[in-house]
């Protein structure tokens, strides 16, 4: 039998679960904030919730098989289908907008690579039924207050911010035809990750001149927003998209975030059921991959289902956000962390033991003690305290007969002290912490 886990997948130790709690906490305590409220679904759907979504391409990333009623299904590679699937069984009765957020473990059959996994943990944030741009901002605020809430500051990270709408009018008011925009959103995404004589030679290919190519990278590489508004803040079909932009820019300064937020008109989020603003989360030392990344899609429930509502969201993965973490030595240590060891001294019964322990754990606190009864009542009182401080607890309860104790600090200067143990059951955190 093999003792490695599968290509791509994760054990996890207590450390490691450790890490991964730090960030689900982090990511439950903010979204709860802002008035989500958590939902999950099934690890197992139908394939063809994920084909209508993302075409039969998709199929090559997934685990998908035929299971035993002869159904074709998978196990989930995102969240976003299903939650679609959920919120159209029950939209009427929903309030409006839905803010929900769940935190799933995911899978897809890929290569892996740095930042990448076979599986993963992740934390969606969607809202349903708005269509106002400070549903937008606040989808974004969550995901700032994510890395303020783990440590990181806006040094740290930054938010690359655009709208597709905007890009599709710059993009007309460059001279890009309607029929050339999908080559043109492609090299877009690309522009980061391939050299641009190759990127040219593919949009003069598609009917660009090399004029507007050498616009268009103006446009999207360093993007100059003062500049972009001031060229093309009047154009006739671009205006009212940089006075949204500038609407959801103003929200976000309003909320205290502007620092962290660069307009970035080269992030298209290369999924295309997008359909206006959309963001990614980088760190800024360019060191790892997304962080995150979400935006507007607007008909991506008509098209699951019979449901027509506006609608946004964004995934936050735990691979690339533990990495960036560690790398900034902001991954707390994990160490045992026991309250009360229960030790026997000389003559006192198992079970004295056993009553101590149910005592302290009645208050709240976690307690152990030897797990071998003539152990308990044979080893001497300083091979239990050693065997208490390698368990990492706190503090020692030394019966001394069936009546009293000593409690025994490890991780301060806490003076000994005696108590009857007849009143632990009264005694309350406060004092025993």
Known sequence: MSSAALPGFRDFYPAELAERAHLMRAWGAVARRYGFVEYDGPPLEPLDLYTRKSGEEIVGQLYNFLDKGGREVALRPEMTPTFARMVGARANALRKPVRWFSTPQLFRYE?????RLREHFQLNVDIVGETDVLADAELLAVAIDVMRELGLT??????????????????????VEEAQLPVVFAAVDKMEREPRESIAARLTAAGLSAATVDRLYVLVQGTDWIAVRAEYGAHAGVAEHVARLDRYLDALDAMGLREWVR????????????????????DARGEFRAICGGGRYDALLAALGPVDLPALGFGMGDVVLGELLRARGLMPQWEPALDWWVVAGEGVPVAAVLRAARALREQGFSAEYVLNAEKLTTQKTGAQLKTAQKAGARRALVLRDAMTAEVRAFRSDEPPREIRLDELHQLGAPHLA
Do not use: C, M
């Not at 290569?111 to 930042?115: E, I, N, S, Y």
């Not at 806006?154 to 001279?175: C, H, K, N, P, Q």
């Open 154 to 175: 806006a040094d740290d990270v930054r938010a690359r911010v655009s709208d597709r709408r905007l890009l599709t009018a710059l993009l007309g008011a460059i001279g």
């Open 263 to 282: 307009i970035d008109l080269s992030i298209v989020r290369g999924l295309a059921y997008y359909t206006g603003i959309v963001f990614e989360l980088f």
């Open 111 to 115: 290569r892996q690579q740095k930042g």
